[in-house]
């Protein structure tokens, strides 16, 4: 089986969060599978300067008007996995961040910068690139990718099936309907059963509402999407699509991710053998500036400092964490607000609080090792992965009870301590309150060494490798192959409530 999978991140090319880490594990586990699977993202530079090139530059004439994109092959780095970047070099050669400008503004062509990436993909599924090499599935991610689908929606039987998957759908890609002159889409498409979302077109709502089948990235999103609260808007193509809507986790890569081999830890360490994870505590504190005390727990925050990620309400919280005798360190950027009130608390209590504004990818390896907790509360969250990271270096995860979260951390409550299954800490409500009574339960079960340590191991010890995952998107591909399409067109026809294996329901993937 072929697959095309298009993403605009992918570590260790580019990467602002999560979805560059599935976008490069979910390949390699596809692969371990002996599934022929190939990567399609922009040439940004960083990508540009990092790819392992192999062969030279395919020209492509004519994409949207611009005729100077190439497509330059080579592999991922530390990987066996072909990968295709799309030089164009007006719309992805700039200095920033992937999706905004130097000052943190959303570059003002994002429509037609991942128009271009839409219709790229397109070219590769219908084999109009000159490419010996022509996908059965094409497997696109999130709103940059989001009219794939509607592109190849006119075409025959014959091009491949279109799956689109949801990392977060907060984020839609939505543009003044002008843009219809330029991303190529066609008009008879722009109604509200169609990409139009308010007099607006909308990237998400077009990959949701022409895909195959769509995913997101774990079983409660998934259902949590169909309602008001997490749909932002897109809640009602959502229920129409339900039939074809499944929830699959994501999984963490272990190979990355992991004490036992991470390359950026001073000292390695395992569930049987935790002695390391104390020297890792102990480099990071005199990285951070913190004073070494023998007994404060460090509580860490990795995140984007965005509301979704609850960062006004941590903000509330950590005069507590360091009222109670904890330390606390942060690593992130995000909305600048956020930034400029961590720095402020690092400035009032420069021995208890650290706050490292900007994205440092071993800097997060050596937070989640030398920390005892982190926090990753969220108002929502598709699935997340800190918290998968953090269970497996022995950090308990704080929560709150929303998405992946939820189906990732189990509480810390006496009966789940007493049966070894408990792995973090969550709570329910939305409130500084809610994540400081968590905060409190877990600064006093870690006073506790005995029932610490056990549930550090039952995290240690969960299972969140891509392996089960990727088979789930294995069978998906398979019950989309031509004779499986063909086959359930066919029961359609005669029973309108046919039981596919995919149909009509919100699919746990564990
Ligand atoms: P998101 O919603 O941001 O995608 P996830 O938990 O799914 O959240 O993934 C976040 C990923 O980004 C993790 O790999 C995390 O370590 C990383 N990350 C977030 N902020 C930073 C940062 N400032 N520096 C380094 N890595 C970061």
Known sequence: MRVLFVSSEVHPLAKTGGLADVSEALPKALRAH???????????????????????????????????????????????????????????????????????????????????????????????????????????NDWHTGIVPALLSADAASRPAVVFTIHNMAYQGNFPASCLDFIGLSPHLYHPEGVEFHHRVSFLKAGVRYADRITTVSPTYAAEILDPEFGHGLEGVARLRQGDLIGILNGA??????????????????????????????????????????????????????????????????????????????????????????????????????????????????????????????????????????????????????????????????????????????????SAAALGEAVRRAIELFAQPLLWRRLQVAGMHADFSWECSARRYLDLYRSLRPEARLRRRVTRDHTPDDDDSYGGRVVNSR
């Open 34 to 140: 002996d599934i022929d699977v190939r990567l399609l993202m922009p040439a940004y530079p960083q990508a540009k300067d990092r790819l392992m090139t192999q062969g030279k530059p395919i020209a492509l004439k004519n994409v949207l008007g611009f005729d100077d994109v190439a497509l330059v092959p080579g592999l991922l780095p530390g990987s066996e996995l072909p990968i295709w970047l799309i030089d164009c070099p007006r719309l992805y050669d700039r200095p920033g961040r992937l999706y905004c400008d130097p000052d943190g503004k959303e570059w003002h062509d994002n429509a037609l910068r991942y128009a271009l990436l839409s219709h790229v993909a397109a070219r590769v599924a219908r084999a109009q690139a000159p490419l010996s090499w022509r996908p059965d599935i094409v497997h696109a």
């Open 253 to 430: 890569d272990y190979s990355l991710w992991d004490p036992v081999n991470d390359r950026h830890l001073i000292e390695r360490y395992d569930r049987h053998d935790i002695s390391g994870k104390k020297a890792c505590k102990a480099a990071l504190l005199k990285e951070l500036m913190l004073p070494a005390t023998s007994n404060a727990p460090l509580i860490a925050f990795n995140s984007r400092l965005a509301e979704q990620k609850m960062a006004d309400v941590v903000l509330e919280v950590v005069p507590a964490i360091v009222a109670a005798g904890g330390q606390f360190a942060l690593l992130g950027e995000g909305e600048r607000r956020f930034e400029t009130a961590f720095v402020e608390l690092a400035r009032r209590y420069p021995d208890s609080v650290s706050a490292r504004i900007g994205y440092d990818e071993p800097a997060a390896h050596r937070l989640l090792a030398g920390a005892d907790i982190l926090l990753a509360p969220a108002r929502f969250e598709p699935c997340g992965l800190t918290q998968l990271y953090a269970m497996r270096y022995g950090t308990a995860p704080i929560v709150r009870r929303t998405g992946g979260l939820a189906d990732t951390v189990v509480d810390a409550t006496p009966e789940a301590l007493h049966a070894g299954v408990a792995t973090g800490l969550s709570f329910r409500d939305v």
